[in-house]
């Protein structure tokens, strides 16, 4: 190949391989897996510890077969070639060798067997939990409901906080806990034993904190549940664990575990919180005040399929801008947004006051410019029923 | 050099005209099992660099973090369409093909026990790829909810998913075809004096692989078939709203998937028990206690199929 031609492959190479240096930066990451990491997660439950022990009690057990069937094999191979003359064994059949090695391998199995259920069947025993959390998994986040115990009433969404600009413009530099972290985390006291009871509003996840040994695929439709009981204060991070769609990998899960005063000051402020955020249902707002907070919802929860340009992705998801939909009559659009349509998940889960901000937003924005533009959360309530 | 006079008379023994098609015909009207095991071997191929590329697609997207290449959706078309490829287009294929190639050979059989059936089984292939590979070109392209294909998230999905499941359905029907003639082939066109226990072992591990075959594919698509129903015909087998589970549609396709991956190993290890003994210049050892292990594999792969689950 001529010297230009491939002066020019190395030139484009090059290229793209400095892009992506910033993504090189290699530091352990504080919640999550450490530089050239290769076992599971340090433990922090009794059932992670368990877990962890189980796995390493397998992995020996598999160490010695190998090393006893490939010591075998390369001693046959590199022995008994044929160059070496060696005569074989004229036995081709063994009662006594075929029970040996069904006999041998089944006492194993049931040793590796007898304390992993003593395991699964801890795994398994939710009761006398101290506080109970139902997290429910939807299209593309997780929604928390503090619903027995201290703490009871707190109840919020959790999307993932890391900016979209990360993940698709290789020149920005990755956070630390990149696609690891929330907005709002889950908080709960050391040493208490939690039950989460899991489920999904659309389609299967599954709910996964390595860190703890849980993980339970929330299944539309059924309640599961699964239980932790922290040892150690800090924050633990895991991900959404089952294929529910194109955002599958952007919806992680974040548990922080403080001492018992922390948790009862943080649940206190949370319920102030909420009650205060709870949008008076009868104030009438303005154009601006909507789009204002129709902006951040629109960033928040629209921005992945509609894009920031309002354009969309051509043959796969609709522009918003100059769309018949928005800047037609409000009522269908308001039907769109809260039952969804085709892949459109719907957004029922939102609070009125989001999805009449996010629709007054877009009717309002980039060249819309609708005659109906303004949708009061009084209008998306009643669009409920 | 003497000159053939066609004999145009009734007498069709010297009409040799029409024994040994050339060109097209021979490859679309092939009766002949080595010819069809051709076929499916080079059909195997081509789909195996086909989902080769795909593959190639989801490395290229992972080879640094963030999203480079692709929308996270076509990244997951791609993991779906790779391995719905390579299990139903090169892996099942490839081991039909040396089915086709060996199994006559080795038993001293003169061709497959329905050699017009055996041509339908493989004819069938192309189409169903073609169904297969163009669903990437439909609105809201191939289907994005792995190969397991699991229920909710395959109800959202857009024309790609029927197409994939007719795909599905289709190569289904071939594999049956298949594995009845492979039983049929095996237990009735033995030469004389070779009992089923002198049988070569890759005879074997395929004749229980055609009951592992005959005995699972139904059941899968009977699984598409109810995902094809809820999707389109208002059934709610796997929609806990309309009182179905979607728990059920993973019982229903591992009862399938479990002794599937049986089905693409058992006559990997026919094979190898003649390449080793072929090499280490010995008869295989414990032919009798292989046949009854291989069996016993087959039927204990219907009872483990919950280990596939995730409730």
């Known amino acids: 190949m001529e010297i230009a031609k491939r002066l020019q492959s190395l030139m484009v190479g090059t290229a793209l391989l400095v892009t992506g240096l910033p993504s090189w930066a290699v530091v352990d990451s504080p919640g999550g897996p450490a530089v050239l990491q290769l076992n599971l997660q340090p433990p922090v439950t009794q059932i992670a510890r368990e877990i962890y022990s189980l796995h390493n009690l397998m992995l020996y057990i598999c160490l010695v077969i190998f090393l006893a069937v490939f010591a075998v094999m390369f001693y046959s191979i590199i022995k008994h070639r044929k160059s070496k003359g060696h005569k074989s064994a004229s036995f081709h059949e063994s009662t006594t060798v075929e029970i040996a090695w069904t006999v041998i391998p089944f006492l194993i199995v049931i040793g590796m067997a007898l304390p992993a259920t003593k395991t699964v069947v801890s795994m398994k025993d939710t009761s006398n939990a101290d506080l109970t959390i139902k997290a429910t998994g939807m299209q593309w986040k997780w929604g928390y409901d503090y619903i027995k115990g201290e703490g009871t009433g707190v109840s919020f969404l959790s999307s993932m906080a890391t900016p979209r600009e990360q993940i698709v413009d290789p020149t920005k530099i990755k956070s630390d806990n990149y696609l690891l972290e929330v907005d709002n985390e889950i908080v709960v006291p050391v040493n208490k034993k939690v039950r989460m009871i899991v489920t999904a509003n659309d389609v299967i996840h599954s709910w996964s904190i390595p860190a703890f040994g849980v993980k339970q695929d929330a299944i539309p439709g059924f309640v599961r549940d699964a239980w932790f009981k922290a040892e150690k204060t800090g924050v633990y991070r895991g991900q959404c664990s089952e294929l529910c769609g194109k955002e599958h990998a952007f919806m992680p899960i974040v548990v922080k575990v403080v001492t018992d005063d922390e948790y009862t000051q943080w649940a206190g402020a949370k319920i102030k919180e909420q009650a205060a955020k709870a949008d008076d249902p009868n104030k009438v707002w303005t154009v601006d005040e909507l789009k204002q907070r129709g902006a951040q919802v629109y960033a928040a929860n629209c921005v992945a399929c509609h894009q920031a340009t309002g354009k969309g992705v051509p043959g796969a998801f609709p522009a918003l801008d100059g769309s018949v939909v928005v800047t037609g009559p409000k009522i269908e659009q308001i039907k769109v947004v809260l039952n969804g349509r085709n892949a459109m998940p719907a957004w029922k889960m939102l609070s009125d006051t989001d999805i009449a901000a996010a629709i007054t937003y877009t009717r309002n924005n980039w060249s819309n410019k609708a005659q109906e533009n303004i949708v009061q959360p009084a209008e998306v309530l009643a669009a409920r029923k | ?311």
């Open chain 2, 1 to 311: 050099m003497s000159t053939t006079v066609i004999d145009h008379a009734p007498d069709h023994s010297h009409d040799h005209a029409h024994d040994h098609p050339h060109g097209w015909r021979r490859w679309l009207y092939a009766t002949n099992h080595k010819d069809i095991g051709t076929l499916y071997l080079f059909f195997a191929l081509t789909m195996l660099m086909v989902g080769g590329v795909l593959a190639m697609g989801i490395r290229a997207e992972l080879f640094q973090p963030g999203l480079q290449l692709m929308q996270p959706e076509f990244f997951n078309q791609l993991t779906t369409m790779h391995g719905l490829i390579m299990i139903f287009g090169a892996i099942m294929p490839a081991f039909v093909g040396f089915a086709n190639w060996m199994i006559p050979l080795q038993i001293g059989a003169s061709d497959m026990a329905f050699a017009r059936m055996n041509n339908f089984s493989f004819w069938l292939l192309p189409p169903a790829a073609i169904l297969l590979v163009t669903s990437f070109l439909v609105p809201g392209g191939a289907s994005a909810a792995g190969w397991t294909m699991y229920a909710p998230l395959s109800t959202q999905m857009g024309p790609g998913m029927d197409m994939a499941i007719f795909a599905v359905h289709i190569m289904g029907a071939s594999s049956i075809m298949g594995a009845i003639n492979i039983i049929t082939t095996v237990l009735n066109m033995r030469a004389p004096g070779m009992t089923l226990m002198k049988m070569p072992m890759f005879c074997w591990t395929w004749l229980i692989t055609a009951y592992l075959l005959i005995a699972v594919m139904p059941v899968l698509a009977g699984a598409i078939t109810m995902t094809l129903t809820d999707r389109h015909f208002g059934t709610s087998f796997f929609n806990a709203a309309g009182g179905g589970d979607p728990v059920m549609f993973q019982h229903i396709f591992w009862f399938f998937g479990h002794p599937e991956v049986y089905i693409m190993i058992l006559p990997a290890f026919g094979i190898i028990s003649h390449i080793i003994p072929a090499f280490a210049r010995k008869p295989l050892f414990g032919y009798a206690s292989m046949v009854y292990a291989t069996a016993s594999i087959a039927i204990l792969s219907f009872l483990v199929s919950a280990n596939h689950w995730n409730a």
